[in-house]
């Protein structure tokens, strides 16, 4: 499979990849052999706004001390992320600094909390804006790491427009993850449409969707090269878009008008039908600290696993 395996930083190349996709690959992992960052501690006020704003994604965590098991738990899961690169980490102990970023009515640390450059409801780039997302789930192992590789990634990812130093690592991070991945292909020129952005919204949390343009005369395009990766050829495309979707080790067609959102979304969820919930396991040697369940208060009226709002 074309996905990169995190157990050894080798990527053997099928034979039907281009020059210029292995030299793209070849970047990405350039860039992450020198990923370096930190779990940054963020002491004041103006820290935590630095640290918000230093890269399109910024994760958060808030506690009353640096000690007990959520923040045992929020460390590993940070430290893991922050090796990959592309995704910002910092905590902080500090009142003064965790009560301007907590969720309403009554929250209190410990919490989590995602700084997004992504608008929540379309994916796109917000210029000047950050939405924030507040982890609402369970301090366990598999709920958190949920939490840090959805909101790592936009609602939509969209190939090459969403391309840049800091996406190549996210993408890294979509690609090695084992969460099921919905991939769409349409014609370059012709932008995602709100079908389909509504569909990757309703399957947020159950799959990572992406959004190629494929330029069908162009024998080196990487999107077509995915296409093929996918079982699908360019020639579809003059129907309108395709999508293919991988889970279970392997990819399958889904079967769908290129246009309905809905039948788009009914058909990933036919799929899924009768198979297990993405559940992230600790890497092997962790001891996948956890706090026993303890679940975080929600707003009123929120049923999802985050909640966004704007700064």
């Known amino acids: 499979p074309f996905f990169l395996q995190s157990s050894a930083r080798t990527t053997p190349l099928p034979p039907n990849v281009t020059m210029r996709a292995a030299l ?18 963020l002491t004041g006020a103006n820290d935590a706004i630095y640290f918000s704003k230093s890269t399109e994604i910024a994760v958060m965590g808030m506690f009353t001390a640096a000690s007990g098991p959520e923040y045992e738990l929020f460390m590993q899961i940070a ?7 592309g995704v910002a980490v910092g905590f902080t102990t500090e009142k003064s600094v965790y009560s301007r970023y907590l969720p309403e009515d009554g929250g209190k640390p410990p919490s989590v909390i995602a700084f997004s450059s992504f608008n929540p409801e379309t994916g796109e780039i917000q210029k000047g804006k950050k939405a924030r997302l507040h982890f609402q789930g369970k301090f366990t192992y598999a709920e958190l790491h949920t939490f840090f590789l959805v909101e790592s990634q936009p609602v939509l990812l969209r190939l090459p427009q969403n391309l840049g130093p800091d996406f190549q690592k996210r993408m890294i991070i979509a690609f090695e993850s084992t969460m099921p991945k919905l991939m769409i292909f349409g014609k370059a020129g012709t932008p995602a449409s709100d079908e389909i952005v509504k569909a990757a919204l309703t399957l947020r949390n159950k799959a990572l ?13 990487e999107g077509a090269m995915h296409m093929q990766q996918m079982g699908l050829d360019t020639k579809d495309l ?30 990933v969820k036919e799929l899924l039908d009768g198979v297990e919930p993405y559940q992230p396991t600790p890497p092997a040697g962790s001891k996948g600290k956890s706090s026993g369940g303890k679940k975080k208060a929600s707003p009123k009226g929120s049923k999802k696993k985050s909640a966004k709002s704007e700064m």
Do not use: H, N
Not at 79 to 85: A, L, S, T, Y
Not at 209 to 221: A, I, L, N
């Open 79 to 85: 430290k893991e992320f922050e090796q990959m690169g």
């Open 209 to 221: 969707c992406f959004f190629f343009s494929v330029d069908p005369s162009d024998s080196e395009d």
């Open 238 to 267: 003059s129907k309108g878009a395709v999508a293919s979707f991988y889970f279970k080790g392997a990819p399958e067609r889904v079967e769908w008008d290129g246009a309905s959102g809905q039948q788009l979304e009914a058909s």
């Open 24 to 41: 793209f690959l070849c970047g990405i992992l350039a860039i992450l052999s020198v990923a370096s960052g930190e779990v940054k501690q």
